[in-house]
């Protein structure tokens, strides 16, 4: 039976206080982010359900599901918390690249959560090949996201990452320039099962969410359909662009991430 996914955006970064913060690489939780991870952690309903715990390599994704999700790692000391690099930001802005292995390793050693970093390559940081942040290229990593969740053997999942990104795992448009360059709130979590898509002529699949979350968070219509997501979609990414979201760090700052 495929597992019941629980995603979640981190928890407030520095770099969401303002346009000047864009420029810090890889930036820590604020003290009000932390103060979310802990709201997070006792509102949400289901720590003894979730079996695996998975999260983008940035830095705030990390402390928030290491935070948020306390309660899961604490009944079983030895469950790991899994970091996908797919799972990251889909900008080159300095704030949405990560931070080298061994550095991210040095800065995460005091989490008394073991971390499995079977995924984290070398060079996953740079904002080219795979992390591009060209639509088409980040389609393809989504996707490849939501196979790997419906195939996993758990029976819930939780998964922390990051706002814009969310949008292309869910296909969900919806709402999603409310706030800047997402729909979600900070540490917000939504809850989706999986199906897979059989008309789309590759391996992928969809995530659906669940009557119970949409109404948490005050929505009582169907989700919108798919002629109507595809509208949403191309309104996003223009509403994205006004806010200044979908410029590159070299557009904005003169630099390319390459040579941060």
């Not at 629980?6 to 810090?24: I, Q």
């Not at 604020?30 to 952690?41: A, H, I, K, P, S």
């Not at 935070?67 to 970091?83: K, N, S, Y």
Request: with cysteine; aromatic share 8%; proline share 6%.
């Amino acid at each position: 039976m495929p597992p019941i996914i629980h995603l979640v955006r981190h928890a407030e970064g520095l770099h969401n206080l303002g346009h000047a913060y864009w420029a810090l690489i890889d930036p820590l939780l604020t003290e009000n982010g932390r103060d979310q991870c802990l709201r997070l952690r006792r509102e949400f309903p289901s720590h003894d359900n979730v079996e695996l715990v998975v999260a983008s390599p940035l830095s705030r994704a990390i402390f928030t599901a290491v935070e948020g999700f306390q309660p899961t790692f604490d009944r079983i000391p030895a469950r790991q918390l899994v970091l996908l690099p797919d799972l990251q930001e889909i900008s080159d802005f300095p704030c949405d690249v990560g931070t080298e292995v061994e550095e991210l390793k040095a800065r995460v050693r005091d989490l008394k959560v073991p971390i499995d970093w079977s995924f984290v390559h070398e060079g996953w940081t740079s904002k080219s090949g795979r992390y591009k942040p060209v639509t088409e290229i980040i389609e393809d990593r989504a996707r490849d996201i939501r196979c790997w969740l419906s195939k996993r053997p758990e029976k819930e999942i939780a998964v922390v990452t990051h706002g814009a990104f969310l949008h292309f795992l869910t296909e969900d448009w919806e709402d999603s320039y409310t706030h800047e360059g997402t729909g979600w709130t900070n540490a917000e979590y939504r809850t989706f099962t999986t199906k897979p898509k059989e008309s789309s002529g590759m391996d992928d699949a969809s995530l659906i969410e669940t009557v119970e979350s949409r109404r948490r968070r005050g929505k009582t219509d169907p989700v919108p359909a798919a002629k109507e997501q595809a509208q949403l979609y191309v309104r996003a990414l223009r509403e994205w662009e006004r806010q200044g979201y979908l410029l590159s760090a070299e557009d904005r700052y003169g630099v390319s991430s390459t040579n941060l």
